[in-house]
Structures are given as structure tokens and as C-alpha cells.
């Protein structure tokens, strides 16, 4: 931060705890964060031609924040991660106008870049049948093909992020009838166990020969420690060869399946919110457009008008 003045540094390290003690902002998000803010203060320093101080920041023009994202953009960053970072300054901006008690307009005006949202791309029923019936037979050691088809079985039965399955401790297990997963920013949601989630786990620890501890990781590594996501990404890689199917049929897309696969049997898209552990609805919505497309498709298809 040697770009930035005392005050500016300061201040960015004020909003950051702010967002990590009272928005529980994951540390992934609050290094997103600095990164952003950090990069646009450098830029107003080298702009402007030296360190801003606040009350040179409370100055910041519309002419400022388009030179800003104009060299953002020369300099190959795409719109969607423009858009990232301009939400970054602007929640900065807004924390630092309350506090010190100026007028952020020109920041909180600029328009973010349109880009096209990208949708989920959940596996069909059956396609996430055979990822893991497949993905079972990629070892020959049968508890670790147990172990990666428990994973993908949470995944895909409870709608878990890879990093919440295996955050699992021997403490949870047996798995009961629901779970209390931590998520993003340590936002806390029950989620329900199916009896084949339950089931399929209870096996691989009927067949894991490292003894259990309560506080050791639930899922194991072959050496015994804690099974990296690397592991699980890599069974699905082979998998989904074998299966013909594309890329995008990785852990996150058994998750994006059972948000998909729940909505397309009628399931409550609030309900469904509160099960992913979705802070805003507008992200679950993502899955009604999935849906949307699915039934376009359908429709040019096999409308005798199309």
C-alpha cells in the first residue's frame, strides 16, 4: 500500500473490519476487497500525482471514475470483474461518506459495465446418477471410492459447497436427519440429510481405515489427513470423460443439480434460497433462468409453429 496515503490506509483497514465483525465477511472476500480498493487508490495517487488524503478522496469526480475504469478496461480486465470491483469502491465509498460526512454521488452514480451474467450449469437427473456411479469406480481402493461418491452424493442430496462437505468433522457423524452448515461469511442454515446421503456416508466410514476423532475431518486423504477439493475435482475430471460430459461438470455443478433438479419438481424458490444458504434471492433466481432456457429450448423445438 505505498501508493496510499496514512490516512487512506487507514481508513480501508476500518471498512475492512467492519465487514469482517458486523457483515461476517469471509477473509476470501475481505482480500477481494482490499485488492480492489487498494488498486483504485493506487490509480487516484498516480491520476491525480500524488497520495490522497480523505479529504481529497471526498473530491473524486465523474471524470475521475471514468479515467479509472477506462485504463481497468485498456488494461484487458473483462466487465464482469469491473463490475466486481466497482461494488468494491462503492461500499467502501458509502462507509466513508457516513463517517467522515460527505457527499459520495460521483462514485455511487457510476454505472457498473453490462456483461452477461453466466447461468449455472447443472447435470441432468441422470447425468448426475452416472457422474457418481462413475466417479465409484475410478479407485481400486473400495473406501476411497466410497469416500468420493459420499462427497458427491452430499453434494448433489444437499445442495453442499465442496468446502462445507469437507469442513464435516468425525462429530458429525452418523449424519442425522439435518445438518447446521456453516457457509459464506459464516452464515448458518439446517440443511435436511437424505437417508442415500446418510447412507452412502455410513459406508465409507463402515470402510475408511483411519480410526475417527471427533474433531478430525469427517473425509479423509489417503495419508489420513484432510481430503484436499483437488481430490474430488480430479475424480470428477476423470469421471466426466468417461461420461462424455463437458467441463462445466465439476463439485459446484452437483450443487447447481440439486438447486435445478428441486425447482423443476416444483420446490419453493425460497425455500430453496434458505437450503444453499443464499444471502440475497436474487442469486437463487439464477436457477429459474436455467429453467426458463430449458423450456425455450424445448418449445423451438417441438412447437409446430417454431
Not at 47 to 69: C, F, N, Y
Not at 195 to 203: F, H, I, P, Q
Not at 228 to 245: D, F, T
Not at 247 to 254: E, K, L, W, Y
Request: net charge positive; aromatic share 6%; proline share 6%.
Amino acid at each position: 500500500m505505498t501508493l496510499i496515503s496514512p490516512a487512506a490506509r487507514d481508513a480501508l483497514q476500518g471498512w475492512l473490519a467492519y465487514q469482517r465483525a458486523l457483515k461476517g465477511a469471509a477473509e476470501n472476500t475481505l482480500t477481494a476487497y482490499q485488492g480492489d480498493v487498494v488498486e483504485f487508490l493506487s490509480f487516484i495517487t498516480g491520476h491525480k500525482g500524488a497520495p490522497q488524503g480523505l479529504g481529497a478522496l471526498e473530491q473524486i469526480s465523474v471524470t475521475d471514475m471514468r479515467a479509472w475504469m477506462a485504463q481497468a478496461r485498456a488494461g484487458g480486465i473483462g466487465a464482469r470483474s469491473l463490475a466486481r470491483k466497482l461494488s468494491a469502491v462503492k461500499a467502501f465509498y458509502r462507509w466513508l461518506s457516513d463517517r467522515q460526512g460527505f457527499e459520495p454521488t460521483a462514485v455511487l452514480s457510476t454505472r457498473s459495465p453490462k456483461f452477461q451474467r453466466k447461468l449455472p450449469r447443472p447435470l441432468a437427473v441422470d447425468a448426475a446418477r452416472d457422474m457418481i456411479d462413475t466417479v465409484e469406480l475410478q479407485s481400486q481402493s473400495p473406501w476411497v471410492a466410497a469416500r468420493d461418491a459420499a462427497v458427491l452424493t452430499l453434494l448433489w442430496g444437499c445442495g453442499l459447497r465442496i468446502s462445507e462437505a469437507l469442513a464435516l468433522k468425525g462429530a458429525d457423524a452418523p449424519l442425522p436427519d439435518t445438518l447446521r452448515i456453516t457457509g459464506k461469511g459464516g452464515k448458518q442454515r439446517i440443511v435436511p440429510v437424505l437417508a442415500a446421503a446418510r447412507d452412502a456416508v455410513a459406508r465409507y466410514l463402515h470402510l475408511c481405515p483411519h480410526p475417527g476423532a471427533p474433531a478430525a475431518p469427517l473425509f479423509r486423504g489417503v495419508r489420513g489427513g484432510a481430503l484436499s477439493p483437488r481430490a474430488i475435482q480430479a475424480v470428477m475430471a476423470r469421471a466426466r470423460l468417461q461420461l462424455g460430459l463437458p467441463a462445466s461438470a465439476t463439485p459446484h455443478a452437483m450443487r447447481h443439480s440439486f438447486a435445478t433438479h428441486l425447482l423443476n419438481a416444483g420446490g419453493d424458490l425460497r425455500a430453496i434460497q434458505e437450503l444453499l444458504g443464499h444471502a440475497s434471492l436474487s442469486t437463487t433466481q439464477a436457477y429459474t433462468a436455467v429453467d426458463t432456457a430449458r423450456l425455450l429450448e424445448v418449445y423451438t423445438r417441438a412447437h409446430p409453429k417454431a
